[in-house]
Nanobody, 124 residues
């Protein structure tokens, strides 16, 4: 079973940038569809961005389009989330997740492997 470890969260002012990383163990990373979700205090977990196995197709939640970029490096077993133009509403714990079968999905139920999360706080 692959394991995921997120990093890169922190405190940033509105308008700033952060780059999240999600490192995967194991040899099957290139066969995984990867996704980022986030969960703000008192809210349900929500889809942020997803990427297919090759990295050729990406998908975004509407509120982050044009500000966030998901990418992956299959040689380094890592998926990234570059977050620019951060807003206070982006404050949340960000989770990466992996799916063995099927393409990227915006439903959390489709993902069987999750990281522990990394906290992002955006101050006004």
């Amino acid at each position: 079973q692959v394991q995921l470890v997120e990093s890169g969260g922190g405190l940033v002012q509105a308008g700033g940038s952060l780059r999240l990383s999600c490192a995967a163990s194991g040899r099957t990373f290139s066969s995984l569809s990867m996704v980022w979700f986030r969960q703000a205090p008192g809210k349900e977990r929500e889809f942020v961005a997803a990427i297919n196995r090759s990295g050729g197709n990406t998908y975004y939640e509407n509120s982050v389009k044009g500000r966030f970029t998901i990418s992956r490096d299959n040689d380094k077993n890592t998926v990234y989330l570059q977050m620019d133009g951060l807003k206070p509403d982006d404050t949340a714990v960000y989770y990466c997740a992996a799916r063995y079968f099927g393409g990227p999905s915006d439903s959390a139920k489709e993902y069987s492997v999750w990281g522990q999360g990394t906290r992002v706080t955006v101050s006004a």
